[in-house]
Nanobody, 119 residues
Framework: QVQVVQSGGGLVQAGGSLRLSCVAS????????MTWYRQAPGKQREMVAT???????NYADSVKGRFTISRDNAKRTSYLQMNSLKPEDTAVYYC?????????????WGQGTQVTVSS
């Protein structure tokens, strides 16, 4: 059984910072990719940042230079440091872990956490 539990988030003024955390537990391959998504009201879910087990990272253009994804493999934790937040960053943020296991690729999602940026 795999569980993904998120923490962090909340309300912050524009220009402020927040850090989200995501802990994955259970039978997870060490070769997993951690990805953060967000979904604003009335919009589709979009990829924010991804971090492969080998260290490669990728960011949405809208967050480049402001957000940083990192991971602590020993703790099975992914972090999303969000700086210089803007009102348009307001969304529910989701963490996902992806890895290959018996039966194929597996995706496990966190429960989501609200981030609200006031102007």
């Amino acid at each position: 059984q795999v569980q993904v539990v998120q923490s962090g988030g909340g309300l912050v003024q524009a220009g402020g910072s927040l850090r989200l955390s995501c802990v994955a537990s259970g039978s997870i391959s060490s070769g997993n990719t951690m990805t953060w998504y967000r979904q604003a009201p009335g919009k589709q879910r979009e990829m924010v940042a991804t971090h492969a087990s080998g260290g490669r990272t990728n960011y949405a253009d809208s967050v480049k230079g402001r957000f940083t994804i990192s991971r602590d493999n020993a703790k099975r934790t992914s972090y999303l440091q969000m700086n210089s937040l803007k009102p348009e960053d307001t969304a529910v943020y989701y963490c996902k872990t992806t890895f290959f296991a018996v039966g194929g690729w597996k995706d496990y999602w966190g429960q989501g956490t609200q981030v609200t940026v006031s102007s």
